[in-house]
């Protein structure tokens, strides 16, 4: 087929792709191909197709036939990235949706583990789980919602079960994997004929391979997820603080000795404005859904009273909030564990209303806010460090902030930093850049009920655009100089820069022999 007219040669790609799939299945619509070409942040080239496989087979046929027909494959999940991590660069290209491979296809209860189809979402996956008392011990983004358990595990997230197990990797013990001559690969111990999932190190860590990979190696298909009993009761802490280097000293305190089940917060001032543009009717829901995951009546009270006690008021002061949300297996391990947390804020914060601490626990798969409350597009970049290293990144920020902070205003570009734990030792620090711009339609396609009316448009702003882009470009140069790390690399972060060149090598002789013609996400990873 190759090396023939190009339009002859893409008519026979649709061709192969519709046998693959069905006609439903392999969309060529305007509509869906530029969809699927649009991240959070941006759009580059657009697919000749989308296609959603909806089994290991289909999807088996449908690399074989980008294969065939020397086509990328750009493997899409939720969508819920901003790395250009899936976005076509090429003009001979499909995008691979994965929301149709969504069955659960086994759950052992006895054995803890469970294996879901690649583009399960994790409030589904969780939703399912909750039925048996159990759940993974990493369960999820905050995007969770929409983001997939193939597209997290291929990326690497952070957030719940980040504070004890640290990234989502933690809960993969095996992965089917299609291949790009539409081969199948298992790893972990399901890797032999009628043997249990059940454990990931036997022998070289395989899972961990194709971890991480940000999809260059394969597509996953199913993920087998490591499993732990629901905790009994649970909540959430939430502290004030003026400085910095304090909130970092506060926050490696409890995370090192595990306390805390998730960690996150942000400067007060985000909140103040998110506050602000947020309705009453809003805050209503809000404290509707706190009080109806209370675990009883009385506990139920007692969360709405402090809710509606401590309003907004810690709003008010302090530069920084911090939550941590903990679990107990009873009212008095919580009890101890509470106390823990505190004894290790001591008096570096201020403990103030644990509201939001309160929702996130709640409903900890929101509708994903991919524009700000006001409707300003949004681009978040992250870095992590050791604890020792958090303060002087935040610093050298702070300074190049102040250079470019008339520009910015002028521009209509602002930047706020949130932050969170993977693990005991990661200190995840990241910028949140807004602007002002036109949205994209995968903007108006996915825009939160909650937000129609609150959040507009805004009018195309070429200039703040551009500023954007450079100030990712050199806030990923600052992050290096500080000794960063990633997740969700995609084609963003510079994994293959001055990379041990043996490990490289490695690496670029897996890729090479997993995908010899470069199609399956070409550019990730940089290699
Ligand atoms: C509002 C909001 C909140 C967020 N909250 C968090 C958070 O709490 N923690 C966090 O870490 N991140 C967060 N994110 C970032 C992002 O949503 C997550 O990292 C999420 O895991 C992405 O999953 P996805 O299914 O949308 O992946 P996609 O964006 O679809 O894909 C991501 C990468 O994985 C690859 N991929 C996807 N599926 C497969 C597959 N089956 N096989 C091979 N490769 C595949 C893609 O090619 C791409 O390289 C948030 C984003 C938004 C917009």
Known sequence: MRGQDPGADSAALIHAL?????????????????????????????????????????????LRACHEHAAATFVRGGGMSYTDAFLP?????????????????????????????????????????????LRPVFWGPMSGRLATVGGAMSQGAVTFGSGRHGPSASAALGLEVVLADGSVLLTGSGGQPGHSPFFREYGPDLTGLFCGDAGALGVKTAVTLKLEPRPATGEGLSFSFNDFSLLVEAIRNVSRHGLATEVFGAETELMRQAA???????????LFTIMRAASGPLQALRKGLRVVLGGRRFLKASEYLAHFLTEGADAEELRMTLRRIRRAVGERGVEVANT?????????????????????????????????????????????????????????????????????????????????????????????EEMSGVAREGRANPEGRELVERMRVELIELMYRHGAAHLQIG?????????????????RSVKQQLDPLGLINPGALGI
């Not at 006609?23 to 296609?51: F, G, H, N, W």
Request: aromatic share 8%.
């Open 491 to 507: 084609r963003a972060y510079p994994y293959a820069r001055d990379r041990d060149p043996g490990a490289l090598r490695l690496l």
């Open 356 to 448: 939001m601490a309160e929702y996130a626990r709640a409903a900890p798969f929101p509708p994903p806010m991919i524009v700000s409350p006001t409707g300003r597009r949004l681009l978040p970049l992250h870095a992590i460090v050791p604890f020792s290293r958090a303060s002087n990144l935040h610093e050298e920020y702070l300074q190049y902030m102040e250079v470019i902070g008339a520009e910015c205003e002028q521009k209509q570009v602002e930047a706020y930093v949130v932050y969170s734990t993977s693990g005991k030792a990661g200190f995840l620090w990241e910028v949140v850049i807004y602007w002002e711009d036109e949205w994209l339609s995968f903007h108006r396609r996915h825009l939160p």
């Open 276 to 286: 602000g543009a947020a309705a009453l009717k809003q805050d209503a829901r809000n």
């Open 18 to 62: 519709v046998r693959a799939v069905g006609r439903d299945c392999a969309d060529t619509s305007k509509e869906a191909r530029e969809l699927a070409s649009q991240d959070v942040y941006r759009s580059i080239d657009m697919p000749l197709a989308v296609v959603r496989p909806g089994s290991t087979q289909e999807a088996q046929a449908v």
């Open 89 to 133: 660069n090429r003009e001979r290209s499909i995008v691979l949706d994965t929301g149709r491979l969504n069955a659960v296809r086994e759950i052992n209860a006895e054995d803890l583990y469970a294996t879901v189809e690649a583009g399960c979402t994790w409030a589904a996956v969780d939703a399912e789980l909750a039925a048996h008392g």
